[in-house]
């Protein structure tokens, strides 16, 4: 079996939520992002201060970010922002040498999520990429499996 590492942020609890369901259904150890400065409570201020910071190419200093040598797969889950990932994930993404391993990207969202595949191919600059997984529920296990096989 692959080991797995699935790396997230999530500011309201629904992408760890489905983060531990993949965790669940791989086997897979699980790495919170943390950004330094936590994001507005509202949801307009947060759209706000993340869209200066992709204009401005400063993505967020995070807490700390993991060591995923001993990973064959990452699996990395994300907020849907504006279309976008959310700026934290950019930042682990932006700063992370994939290399080699398997990364696949997950996000939950309300629906609008055009052009959110593209940021994750545009922000994705080595590793191997396959299909992303964008929820609006919580996922269930024949899906995550559909995703991964
Ligand atoms: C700043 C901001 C922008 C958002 N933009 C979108 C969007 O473009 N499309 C969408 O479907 N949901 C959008 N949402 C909703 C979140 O993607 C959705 O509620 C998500 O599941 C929240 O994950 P979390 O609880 O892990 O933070 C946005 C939420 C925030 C806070």
Known sequence: MKKTLVVYYS???TTAAAARVIMAATNGEG????PVTPFPDDMY?????AA???QAHQLPELVSVPDITEYDQILIGTPTW?????TPVAAFVSQTVFAD?????????VGQTTGLIDDFTA???SGDQKQP????????EAEIHDWLN
């Open 45 to 49: 201020e947060t759209s706000d201060v």
């Open 123 to 125: 922000q994705l600059l």
């Open 133 to 140: 997984l964008i929820l609006t529920k919580r996922p269930t």
């Open 82 to 86: 504006s279309s976008r990932m959310a």
């Open 52 to 54: 200066a910071q992709y």
């Open 31 to 34: 790495f919170e992002l943390k």
């Open 11 to 13: 500011k309201t609890g």
């Open 101 to 109: 391993k398997e990364v696949r990207f997950f996000a939950t969202s």
